[in-house]
């Protein structure tokens, strides 16, 4: 009589697309993640070592070193809100592209006329 079991189905695939989506958004944001602190790990292991090479030569002194970890320290910091900020713009497109598929869609139920003023 209704259509009820078919809009059922439909929003059960869609809550299944929907899970789907989230669940790829998640595992890059993970990746995303992980690639940038490995590679920020690595990093400060490579600086660690310089750093400890070159004050037990005399190049440098202990205290340019802590400069340097602590301008490093600030830097990297600053990956993580950038990780965070293109996250949510790719959330807001994809928000945006949706709203105007709707808009350009069409609705079906045309708008009442305005009353006459006489």
């Known amino acids: 009589f ?31 993640s ?10 400060l292991l490579h600086i660690i070592y310089n750093c400890g090479m070159m004050v037990t030569s005399g190049i440098v002194s202990i205290g340019t070193t802590i400069s340097l970890a602590m301008y ?5 910091s600053s990956y993580s809100g950038l990780m965070v900020a293109y996250g949510d713009v790719q959330k807001s497109l994809g928000a945006c592209q ?13 708008s009442p006329p305005l009353p006459k003023l006489d």
């Open 34 to 43: 992980c690639i940038f602190v490995a590679g920020g790990g690595l990093f």
């Open 98 to 110: 949706k709203v105007l598929e709707i808009l350009h869609e069409g609705g079906g139920v045309p």
């Open 72 to 76: 490093s320290f600030m830097a990297g």
């Open 2 to 32: 209704n259509a009820e079991a078919h809009e059922l189905r439909r929003f059960e695939a869609l809550l299944d697309l929907v899970y789907s989506a989230g669940r790829r958004s998640a595992l890059a944001s993970a990746g995303l």
